[in-house]
């Protein structure tokens, strides 16, 4: 009965150290997602994607401040990804919410002005900011709010990257700051925010999932096989095969691993035969046990 015990008490301490590392991670993303817009959006009064380039754009008119309008408009879209994406979802987007409402709130004044020049500049170094903030609380199951809530809505039943989403509900959105600011260069710098943003978003998700499909030749199969099979926990498939110069019958390894588990892979290869032929390509896809879950 203690052992049985034990254990659940180790689980329950696992599930917590989980949690509070997500949320961490999360309140992490948030920050830099908070200085991308203080320290280089704002100042440049560049008007950014998402319900915050909203936000911004009231601030630029009527001095609003844009955690007041960021949290308002929030609230009403929370509302309705609680029924879609289930309450575990709402909790961590209603804390991403009012932790990213807390920072906006902090008063302008109280960071430097433009720490560049050049809006341009301002505009790239923002948005790649904001997408590795972004990317941050995206790996760890939250959101922070606005397209980002749509974006993973669609997400959930159809095998679209976030980053493409947002940045369809990115253009309706800057597109129409036009009629508010009536400026078509800050417009033009929106864009280019929101396509960092965008690209390195998805560069930071695909980047930590990206996965390598593996054929290996070598005499030594066998071996080779069940090392990937038993020390890199990851399946291995042993295809007949037949060398058309020699004429002579072979056995080919394949095999689909994270492209970070590679290099290990590659190490004991040599290990066990270091003349082994090897072809190693990248693959946009997987899914299934040990990868993505294939969605419909």
Known sequence: MSIILQKMVKAKKQKLETVIKDYVIMVIGLVLYVLSWTLFLVPAQITGGGISGLAAVIFYSTKIPIGLTYFAINAVLISIALKILGPNFGVKTIVNMVTLTLLFAIPQEYFPGALIEDNFLSAVLGGMMGGVGIGLVFSRGGSTGGTDIIAMII??????????????????????????????EKMVYGFVSMAVVSYTLDAFLSGSNASAQIFIFSPKYEEIADFINNESVRGVTVLEGTGWYTQQNVKVIMTIVRKKETSIIFRKVKEID????????????????GFDKLKG
């Open 274 to 289: 270091p003349n082994a032929f090897i072809s190693m390509a990248s693959v946009m896809g997987v899914y299934g046990q």
């Open 155 to 184: 997400n959930k039943y159809r095998n679209i990257s976030p980053g493409r989403i947002i940045l369809y509900c990115d253009v309706i959105i800057i597109s129409s700051s036009y009629f508010l600011v009536h400026s078509v």
